[in-house]
């Protein structure tokens, strides 16, 4: 059994307030949140959040709300700082904009923690605008299917030919990040008590990074299904049409 904790900050940079813009009257961290109900082995969904605005919206429910402070630099400090005190091994982070993630992704990512430390998702690229853009994280791993780096840049760069011709010929796609993670909690507090922001996690802005610069090994399952993370009006948009 895992717990489900859901960092859901209400500040945002690119769509204000996007966690509580609504579709058919519920809100996207509604709609992240409920949909995590539906994994078999989550034992609890948490949102945590700097928000009032957000925490009542769970009132009543099966979902708790647990109010963080706003100062935290990211969203894995937020999910240590509610799962410290919370008497489980498996710990995931799923983000409160990724609403349409398959509960069966979800899943992978717990059943990985019984060999790994550390487990996450990845989908193929399909198109050059997704491979060029560093907005969509890239991720490579070795034979294992452990993570060997996570970038915004093109990774693997294929020098002698284009992307249309990549996509023809090699057997290894081109993987794009899902941002969600299955951590054992010890690994989770060693993220964010212990180890400090790296050389790369600081270039990269990805932090992630920092525990691959401290030797931790990353298992990345791929995942049966694109998702939708919501960062943009255009996004929102989508996402609005697929719910119809």
């Known amino acids: ?126 198109n050059e605008e997704e491979y060029i853009n560093p907005n969509v994280v890239k991720v490579v791993t070795d034979r294992e299917g452990y993570a060997l780096y996570f970038s915004r840049s093109p990774i693997p760069f294929y020098r002698d030919i284009d992307f249309s011709q990549m996509l023809r010929n090699f057997e290894n796609p081109v993987m794009k990040h899902i941002g969600v993670y299955g951590y054992r909690k010890d690994a989770l507090m060693d993220f964010a008590y212990r180890l400090k922001p790296s050389v790369y996690e600081q270039i990269e802005r990805l932090e992630q990074l920092r525990l691959l610069e401290n030797g931790y090994r990353i298992k990345v399952f791929t995942a049966q299904k694109d998702t939708l993370g919501i960062d943009t009006e255009e996004d929102f948009e989508k996402f609005c049409r697929i719910i119809g």
Do not use: H
């Open 1 to 126: 059994m895992a717990v489900i904790i859901i960092p859901a900050r209400k500040g945002s940079t690119r769509l204000r307030n996007k966690l509580l813009l609504e579709v058919k009257g519920k809100p996207v961290i509604q709609w992240t949140a409920e949909n995590c109900l539906k994994v078999k082995n989550a034992e609890k969904v948490i949102v945590a959040t700097d928000s009032e605005d957000i925490a009542k919206i769970f009132a009543g429910s099966p979902i708790e709300a647990v109010l963080t402070p706003s100062d935290l630099k990211s969203g894995s400090d937020r999910v240590a700082y509610v799962a410290k005190d919370i008497d489980q091994e498996k710990i995931i982070n799923v983000q409160g904009d990724e609403p349409l993630l398959l509960p069966e992704d979800i899943q992978k990512v717990i059943d990985g923690l019984d060999d790994a430390q550390i487990t996450t998702l990845s989908f193929p690229i399909n």
